[in-house]
């Protein structure tokens, strides 16, 4: 494999036996292409794995990317007619992945390498970066930039801690200088403006932000991001980039929801960049207050970045209080009350989507017309939820309203998605400040863990009931979902998976739903075959590997 260049062929006689050829995966978002078609490589052609051509199929003219270069006998092979861009979209080690990604994710190789691929043709690549880099500072993750800028692998680790500081950015100065590329990957776009700002403090034109709006935009950070020493931030499309000669990723948060695609494929960032580090050969670090139970079940080593993961927690016992006092206890309405006499210091109190209202009305009464609001509002408090805390601002004091009925909120992944919300409460204190939870159990594990600033407990134990549950990480699952007109076929191929139980179906809007559970390496393949079948059906399918919600 590697770049072809015009030059001698194989012959007897003076007759060819064969030619430079490519094998070329259509860009046709179905399963029936996947293997790809040989084509003959013209003598005025340079092509490489990963470069996107223009190939003939079917009568017409479609562009496809190379998966691989070798000769061929050149009877019955038609031309590339062109190639389109002017620099390979991934690379032998990153197709490996991305095949990887089309099997698990049981999705079209097309569908998969167009994740890869910026929106437009790529360019020229840009100059090299050439801020000079400051001296590394002292951090956690500074050990595996060093690593990385040596070309060392380094085990992946589970950074524990509030990564919001930023400071540990500093610590990324010794891959870059080393001509390493290193990427951080946020759950949002807001988040990576927030990355990139303080990081172009520090690096300058080092840093590459990448947009999620504009084509042009996009393509041209995709460009730049394959220049040397260049610091990449950016949403998840990044765990699916070529960034150049990539030395570290950092994925911020990675088991935050949007971390994973909604729709086929449902591409999940961590296990993309798991898979590419061990493909390609990079660092990774997964940076948060909260690990995922899968980074722990796969043995990342945890590194505490400081002492708590989170500011310090006040526990509000209620059990002891009558029925009827309301839904905010008087020790955090007077904690209120005294804040209202700090100017500028405000609060934000996180409640049951259903409770905003109430809360906000229950505080105007207590402390006065105006004194809190729905999220941003409020003179001295504003009330939202969990969506609210992605844009939420520093503030002096955070309040859950109650923290019992969060760890059975959200199916099986409740008990960790409690810790991992709270614990963002936690860090939208301001230095100094406090977060209060009120609670009618004060020696929950959940309680106990707010209060020690410590989630790893917690979550082995969550990890270990999963385990006796005969569920993810200790249980392959995944989620099949049909839309359209009914056909009775469906329950029957799906029924006659091998190694698997099904569960189900389970009546959605317009559909149904199975769950799959068990050694899925067996099913993964006729699934294939099944999901294309059933759309030359005209049914809508849709797999989720790695489901979240059952």
Known sequence: MGTHRPGGRDQVGGR?????????VPNVPTFSVDGGFWY??????????????RVPLSGRRVRGWVVEVGTRPPAKLKDIAGVSGEAPVFDTAMLRSLEWASIHYVAPLAVVLSKATPP????????????????????PIRVVAEASARGKRHPAIA??????????????????????????????????EEVSGKAMELFGDRVVLVPTEDDKAITDAWMAAQRPGSLVVGPPRLACWRMGDVGLVVVLEEGRRVMKDRQTPTIHVREMVRTRARAEGFNAVFFGPTPSVETLAAGATVVKATRRAWAPVEIVDRSGEPPGEGLLAERVVGALRRLGRE?????????????????VDELNRRLGRGAAAPQPGGVIASVGTERDLATLDPVRLTVASTIDFMPGAAGYRGEEEAIRVLARLGNAVLSGGRMMAQTSDASSPLA???????????LERVLAERARQGMPPAREMLAVEVRG????????????LEAVDVFGPAEIEEGRRWLLAGRLDRARPRLRELAGIW????????????????
């Open 448 to 458: 106990d863990a707010l209060r020690r600033g410590d989630p790893i407990p917690y």
């Open 535 to 550: 759309r030359e059906r005209g049914i809508t399918v849709r797999i989720d590997a790695d489901p979240i919600d059952f």
């Open 485 to 496: 007109e009914h056909d009775p076929r469906v329950e029957e191929e799906i029924g006659r």
């Open 159 to 192: 950074l524990v801690g509030p990564w919001r500081r930023l400071e540990w950015l500093a610590a990324l100065g010794t891959a870059l200088g080393a001509g390493r590329n290193v990427a951080v990957i946020t759950a949002t776009a807001a988040e990576a």
């Open 120 to 139: 437009n043709l790529p360019r020229r690549i840009p100059k090299a970066p050439v801020h000079e880099v400051p001296e590394s500072a002292a951090h």
């Open 40 to 53: 003959r490589i013209p003598e005025h052609l340079e092509v490489t794995v990963g470069s996107q051509v």
């Open 16 to 24: 060819s036996l064969t030619t430079p050829a490519a094998r070329v």
């Open 343 to 359: 100017a500028g210091d405000r609060a934000f109190i996180l409640a049951n989507r259903k409770l905003v209202d109430q809360v």
